[in-house]
């Protein structure tokens, strides 16, 4: 199985701040990587689909880089609606996997 | 517009079976693959298999390939997720969601299944 590794697994950062998360696979999975947000009580989100295209109705302020092994999500300004848990999520080959997730904290 | 709505929770003894049930509607039933998702209390998102609802074909993870069976039924545009031999460690949030990792991606309420004696 691919194993996916995020980090941090927590952050704490403030409204209007610039945040990276990354997500790294444990073997190249081209560009078959999706990020996810999840809120408390609420099914995941799509956000980024194939490491950098924008799901439809996502603000512009998420973006997606990345391919191989190594990929990122930055959130470029900071929004109240934006503190969550993100989770990346591979789908080159089944079983699908997800990463442990980062849990974003209003600091 | 695009609705998935699942079961509603269930509490089940160790070494039973649950059957948790994903109406879909808002859209062709059969063009698009669904996924089955599991999430523990506090903890991460765990991908258990996938299903084709055109010919009822499925993968499973192999985690749970001797207990889990995935079915359809066209008629009512419905997909089943059935667990068997169950344990305290199946207590989550069991959810399907369409095309996962995809632009049609859309998912479930959620179905929470305890295990307890």
């Known amino acids: 199985d691919i194993q996916m590794t995020q980090s941090p697994s927590s952050l704490s950062a403030s409204v209007g701040d610039r945040v990276t998360i990354t997500c790294r696979a444990s073997q190249t999975i081209s560009n078959y990587l999706n990020w996810y947000q999840q809120k408390p009580g609420k099914a995941p989100k799509l956000l980024i689909y194939t490491a950098s295209s924008l799901q439809s109705g996502v603000p512009s302020r998420f973006s997606g880089s990345g391919s191989g092994t190594d990929f990122t999500l930055t959130i470029s300004s900071l929004q109240p609606e934006d503190f969550a848990t993100y989770f990346c999520?591979?789908?080159?080959?089944?079983?699908?996997?997800f990463g442990q997730g980062t849990k974003l904290e209003i600091k | 517009q695009v609705q998935l709505v699942q079961s509603g929770a269930e509490v089940k003894k160790p070494g039973a079976s649950v059957k948790v049930s994903c109406k879909a509607s808002g859209y062709t039933f059969t063009s698009y693959y669904m996924h089955w998702v599991r999430q523990a209390p506090g903890q991460g998102l765990e991908w258990m298999g996938i299903?084709?609802?055109?010919?009822?074909?499925?993968t499973y993870s192999q985690k749970f390939q001797d207990r889990v069976t995935m079915t359809r039924d066209t008629s009512t545009s419905t997909v089943y997720m059935e667990l068997s031999s169950l344990r305290s460690e199946d207590t989550a949030i069991y959810y399907c969601?369409?095309?996962?990792?995809?632009?049609?991606?859309?998912w479930g309420q959620g179905t929470l299944v305890t295990v307890s004696s």
């Open positions: 999520q591979q789908s080159y080959n089944t079983p699908y996997t």
């Open positions: 969601t369409r095309e996962l990792g995809a632009p049609g991606n859309y």
């Open positions: 299903l084709n609802p055109s010919g009822g074909s499925t």
